[in-house]
Nanobody, 117 residues
Framework: VQLQASGGGLVQPGGSLRLSCAAS????????MGWYRQAPGKQHDFVAA???????NYTDSVKGRFTISRDNAKNTVYLQMNNLKPADTAVYYC????????????WGKGTRVTVSS
């Protein structure tokens, strides 16, 4: 399984970006796809995730600003990021894991998001 993330870039505070992550290869059944981020000098943090069935959850700092969605037919997850803040600056990584136990767990290479004026 390979994950290919795209959509990062430089945006001004208050702007928007949409990240995409497409999974290819032998995709398994029930799974969760999500986004994590790592800011310079900080740990790897959870951002948002969504299951095959559409159940989504978010870290508190992005609620109301970010929306995660997925297209199961395309094995692709999206992260719509609105009202971006400098604190959102990070490398964003996508993840695909099997449910319920994350026995199969894959990470994509990151895409950089920079929020700066």
């Amino acid at each position: 399984v390979q994950l290919q993330a795209s959509g990062g870039g430089l945006v001004q505070p208050g702007g928007s970006l949409r990240l995409s992550c497409a999974a290819s290869g032998s995709i398994f059944g029930d799974n969760v796809m999500g986004w994590y981020r790592q800011a310079p000098g900080k740990q790897h943090d959870f951002v948002a995730a969504i299951t095959t069935g559409g159940s989504a959850n978010y870290t508190d700092s992005v609620k109301g600003r970010f929306t995660i969605s997925r297209d199961n037919a395309k094995n692709t997850v999206y992260l719509q990021m609105n009202n971006l803040k400098p604190a959102d600056t990070a490398v964003y990584y996508c993840r695909l894991a099997s449910l319920p136990n994350f026995d199969r767990d894959y990470w994509g290479k990151g895409t950089r998001v920079t929020v700066s004026s």
